[in-house]
């Protein structure tokens, strides 16, 4: 498996001066995601939590819902189809040429998969996740956890506001690169549970995702997720796929976005910077004072 940062050699300029030093550098390596043998995705990312990564990737999809609905998960060869399970890797056996950069999902016996997952090919990015996803209504439909049948959830705009803060000073990759997005699980009450880092926003929530599939704590019914950065359509279907509440992001989100936790009973929060945010969409879990709420 690839290194998640590398050295390059640059050219530093400051006030005029010039030399010549390393930089650190976040890496980023392709990873092709394919399911019960097939090729189903190749998405760029930040080497680390590939398994993870990949079993979240398919709860968004609406493969998985639970850890018994996985078999394994094993690395690849490029080029063909024997697979390497990390464990072997860790005794030295078989893998001899693998790059770590192909990974098979075997579902379990008797799970069901949808049409669209074996019909299609996906190539998605470190920046806009897949393209061309499908529609808001085929995300409320596949949902297996429906956020607004969830138990209440109700958060404090202080305890909001304190979030970014918490999600920069776990992230450790991020102060030797400044080039990683990070998305991180708090409990109701603030308790950080997780957080990742990944070249893409998507990469790094599907790592939290399938971190809880794998442990069991699906769906993510009492919880709120943090992304750096904005809040496309794609962090917003992600949210809901994993029953996850509240979603909150640093940045704007994107008008689809915001159709799609309207349509789905997501809370969603953008622009959370400070003392000061934007609740778009599903403000009855964010504990308002009527002072503030009128307006």
């Given amino acids: 498996m690839g290194r998640v940062t590398e050295r390059r050699k640059v050219i530093r300029i400051r006030d005029g001066a010039v030399t010549s030093r390393p930089d650190t550098l976040v890496a980023e390596e392709p990873l ?25 990737f398919l709860v968004s999809e609406g493969v998985l819902a639970g850890a018994a609905d996985l078999q394994n998960i094993v690395y690849c060869a490029g080029a063909a189809d024997g ?17 770590y950069n192909v990974v098979d999902v075997k579902t379990a016996p008797g799970v069901v998969l949808p049409d669209i997952t074996l019909e299609r090919n996906v190539y998605t990015t470190s920046s806009c996740g897949l393209c061309g996803k499908a529609s808001l209504d085929a995300v409320r439909t596949t949902a ?7 138990p209440p959830v109700r958060v404090d705009p202080e ?16 102060d030797r690169t400044g080039g ?14 997780d957080v990742r880092e990944d070249v893409g926003r998507h990469n790094a929530v599907d790592k939290l995702v399938g971190r809880a599939l794998q442990s069991g704590s699906l769906p993510l019914s009492r919880s709120v997720l943090l992304v750096s950065g904005r809040a496309s359509f794609e962090l917003a279907q992600k949210a809901v796929m994993a029953g996850i509440p509240v979603l909150a992001a640093v940045s704007a989100p994107s008008s689809l976005a915001v159709d799609l936790a309207a349509e789905t009973g997501l809370t969603l929060v953008g622009f959370l910077r400070g003392s000061s945010m934007n609740v778009y969409a599903g403000q009855d879990r964010v504990a308002l004072r009527a002072a503030t709420a009128q307006g």
């Fill in 83 to 99: 697979g390497t399970s990390l464990s072997e890797r860790s005794r030295g056996l078989g893998g001899g040429s693998n790059t």
């Fill in 180 to 193: 990683l997005h990070a998305a991180a699980l708090f409990a109701e009450d603030g308790e950080l549970l």
């Fill in 32 to 56: 092709e995601i394919r399911l019960n043998g097939k090729s189903l995705a190749i998405t760029m990312r930040t080497p680390g939590d590939d398994f993870a990564l990949a079993a979240g």
């Fill in 144 to 150: 297996r956890w429906p956020i607004a049948d969830t």
């Fill in 159 to 174: 305890l909001l506001a304190s979030l970014p803060d918490r999600l920069r000073a776990a992230q450790r990759v991020f």
